[in-house]
């Protein structure tokens, strides 16, 4: 049973590469970004693939990005 669970882990760790790079700040760097003095709407959302309540959000925010184009 323990081999058949770390062979889906590896496969599925295969499968799951990210299609783009994602920068990450530091909290300075963060810091320093949403200080800016811009009529820039920043959001920061942390969520998971796995999170059904996360990825039913997503549509809400492609809208605002529309909105706010």
């Known amino acids: 049973m323990k ?3 770390t062979i889906n ?3 599925f760790s295969f ?3 990210a299609q783009t790079a994602t920068p990450i700040f530091n ?8 200080q800016q003095k811009n009529d ?10 796995w ?3 996360c990825v039913a959000e ?6 605002t990005a529309q909105s706010f184009a």
């Open 3 to 5: 081999f058949i669970l």
């Open 9 to 11: 882990i590896i496969l």
């Open 15 to 17: 499968f799951a590469i």
């Open 27 to 34: 909290f300075v760097q963060y810091e320093n970004r949403v």
């Open 40 to 49: 820039t709407l920043y959001i920061v959302n942390f969520w998971a693939t």
């Open 51 to 53: 999170c059904k309540p």
């Open 58 to 63: 997503l549509p809400f925010f492609e809208k």
